[in-house]
């Protein structure tokens, strides 16, 4: 079973950045989740294995960046001009090639706060 750890969350004001971090315990398709309370987890982003194909949300295009070190094994996820309607919990999963199938189990998330 992949083990993904996610970091790096925070709380930042309305504009500013925060880079996420999603460490795997083997090279592996990842993609992005995020939750806020009451609604349903919502997908945000993905990478394949070899970072030659990425998904977006069409509300992050544009000021999120996926993007990935095979070395670390690691998956980042750059958040510029951040909103406040970005506020949730962030979780990494792992996912099909085709990037479109979640896949394995939700990690400890990571919280993202965004004050306007």
């Known amino acids: 079973q992949v083990q993904l750890v996610e970091s790096g969350g925070g709380s930042v004001q309305a504009g500013g950045s925060l880079r996420l971090s999603c460490e795997a315990s083997e090279r592996t398709s990842v993609g992005w989740y995020r939750q806020t309370a009451g609604k349903e987890r919502e997908f945000v982003s993905a990478i394949n294995s070899h970072g030659g194909s990425t998904r977006y949300v069409e509300s992050v295009k544009g000021r999120f960046t996926i993007s990935r070190d095979n070395v670390k094994n690691t998956v980042y996820l750059q958040m510029d001009k951040l909103k406040p309607e970005d506020t949730a919990v962030y979780y990494c999963?792992?996912?099909?090639?085709?990037?479109?199938?979640?896949?394995?189990?939700w990690g400890q998330g990571t919280q993202v706060t965004v004050s306007s």
């Open positions: 999963s792992r996912m099909s090639s085709t990037l479109n199938i979640r896949l394995g189990y």
